[in-house]
């Protein structure tokens, strides 16, 4: 396995401020990117965003700007959601970089070189929320009506560029079945087989500046303006440097990793892989595709008002307890749900109970029997396999799970041993001081070992942890990792109403 790896990030429009959905996308690349760092590869891993597109030009002209104006307002937002997040990204890409922008002129050129490229017209329906053209049989399944959006798709008849993806459609399907380019998990890899069972089409990827204008320009065509996808797609590999820095993207790429929603499959394992075909590039690794996080059952919508900010979650329960529940409670490869009050019952219990006070009661036995001192003993060795796999097939949540049946087996073996109560025997049982020793040192390590399955989950409780038990001695005051909240739920100690 090489040393260097890539991950990216679907880069998400900015005609909005930033929601769960593009907390996931991030924070399940995190996690892998910290995973692969602890086990000593270097990450390379973008984020960024996609500005433009109608759907951008039409909110900016909602808020009295020009789109430029706009998205310079727009994107900070999702840099702060990165940082908040506690995500290790190394590039934050914008579309409308003069970098970007010069490098998706090249690509079109280049795709026009090799006849990849045709001058056509598009007669037939659009979706601006998806950014997407709609065949007849879609739309009429649909009713007119795009699902995603619940919004009538648009009707069009106009000149544009087509991309001659057909060319690989056998290529693409060979290597989608091959997993030369591998997509996870296996159902959405099925699907996708299911949906160009009878060949990946022809792409429109231009459409006329008079019904498009915020975007790139065709190169030798001022009339016409690149469709956004081909122009978003282009950036996992802008951004390294294509094509002005050879050296540099070809270290990178191909992507070990591209993280995406299971909404915008079709455009990463239909057209980016023909385009990269087209430009003679390898193909990703791995497609990982993440499910949606509903609201109490329902999809967030805007209209439904049951948007959840991220900030909101955060600030009030903190980064490492947002992105354990994110990937605990929400299967990394399946839709999941979220409520407030499913995730203070979670942060109360797993976190608070579970984890929390386990940290905190076996740090005051050591201070309190043993003035603060871990006494040597066989190291903990629990068996890292099961763990091990559940990070390599991308199943985060089932990695969380199998720490803590580590966290719940200490609890039951403190249960067990009772501590405490060998400690009643010092100075009359000559055995009781190595033995009472021996559980705590064992517990210490345990917890150390809880830590590193932590780390790329939640580094900074993980590092905490490390600090409390990996120098030797427990320092004398440790603040609780998880102090109970309840703004959701009812307060157990509150008292009762009579
Ligand atoms: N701009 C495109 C992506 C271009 S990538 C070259 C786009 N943007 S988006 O803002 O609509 O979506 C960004 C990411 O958020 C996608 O991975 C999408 O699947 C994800 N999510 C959007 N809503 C979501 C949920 N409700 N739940 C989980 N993720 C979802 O598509």
């Known amino acids: ?28 690349a995190d996690i892998w990117a910290r995973y692969q760092k602890q086990n000593g590869r270097e990450v390379r891993f973008q984020t960024g965003v996609d500005e433009h597109g109608n759907k951008i030009a039409a909110k900016a002209a909602e808020n009295g700007l020009d789109p430029q104006s706009y998205v310079d307002k727009m994107h900070v937002n999702f840099q702060a959601l990165i940082t908040s997040l506690n995500v290790e990204s190394t590039d934050f890409i914008r579309t409308t970089d ?7 002129q090249y690509i079109w050129q280049k795709l026009a070189e090799a006849g990849l490229i045709y001058k056509g017209s598009y007669e037939g329906w659009y979706c601006t929320g998806c950014e997407n053209f709609v065949t007849d049989k879609e739309a009429a399944e649909n009713n007119g009506i795009c699902p995603d959006h619940q919004k009538p798709y648009e009707r069009l008849s106009e000149e544009n560029y087509y991309f001659k993806a057909s060319h690989f ?18 159902f959405r890899k099925n699907e996708f087989l299911e949906l160009i069972k009878d060949g990946i089409k022809d792409v429109s990827v231009s459409r006329p500046r008079k019904n498009l204008s915020w975007g790139v320009s065709v190169p030798g065509d001022e009339s016409q303006v690149m469709y956004v996808w081909l122009d978003a797609l282009s950036n996992y590999i802008t951004v390294l440097g294509y094509p002005d820095r050879p050296e540099e993207w070809q270290e990178y790429w191909p992507a070990d990793v591209q993280v995406v929603g299971k909404d915008i499959l079709r455009f990463h394992a239909g057209i980016w892989p023909a385009m990269l075909m087209g430009l003679g590039i390898s193909l990703p690794k791995v497609l990982l595709v993440h499910g949606f996080v509903t609201v109490g059952g329902a999809k967030m919508s805007k209209s439904l008002g049951n948007g959840v900010g991220p900030m909101e979650v955060i600030n009030a329960y903190g980064t490492d307890a947002f992105r354990y529940y994110f990937s605990r409670h929400v299967p990394t490869q399946e839709d999941g ?9 979670s942060y109360n219990n797993e976190l608070g109970n579970d984890l929390g006070n386990l940290v905190q009661r076996v740090a ?11 006494g040597d003993a066989p190291q903990a060795e629990h068996d890292m396999g099961p763990y091990r796999e559940a990070m390599a097939e991308f199943e985060f949540n089932k990695a969380l799970d199998i720490t803590w049946n580590t966290v719940r087996a200490l609890n039951q073996y403190l249960e067990n041993v009772k501590p405490w109560m060998i400690a009643k025997q010092l ?12 559980v705590l040192a064992h517990s210490a390590s345990t917890l150390s070992q809880i830590a ?14 490390h600090q409390i038990f990996d120098t030797g001695v427990v320092p004398s005051t440790i603040e609780p990792l998880f102090p109970k ?5 009812q307060d157990p100690r509150a008292p009762k109403a009579e």
């Open 452 to 465: 590193d399955f932590l780390t790329p989950f939640m580094p900074s409780t993980a590092e905490k942890i």
């Open 427 to 438: 100075g009359k049982d000559p055995d009781a001081e190595s033995h009472l020793a021996e």
């Open 98 to 104: 003069p970098h970007h922008k010069g490098a998706v």
């Open 485 to 489: 909240i309840y703004l959701h739920t």
């Open 1 to 28: 396995m090489s040393k260097k790896a890539y991950i990216t990030t679907a880069i998400p429009y900015v005609n909005g401020v930033p929601h769960i959905g593009h907390a996931l996308d991030y924070t399940l």
């Open 337 to 345: 749900d979220f409520t407030w009050e499913k995730f203070e019952n």
């Open 364 to 374: 005051s036995m050591i201070q309190r029997y043993q003035a603060g001192v871990i």
């Open 169 to 186: 459609s056998e290529q693409i399907r060979e290597a989608i079945e091959t997993n030369k380019l591998r997509i996870v998990p296996e």
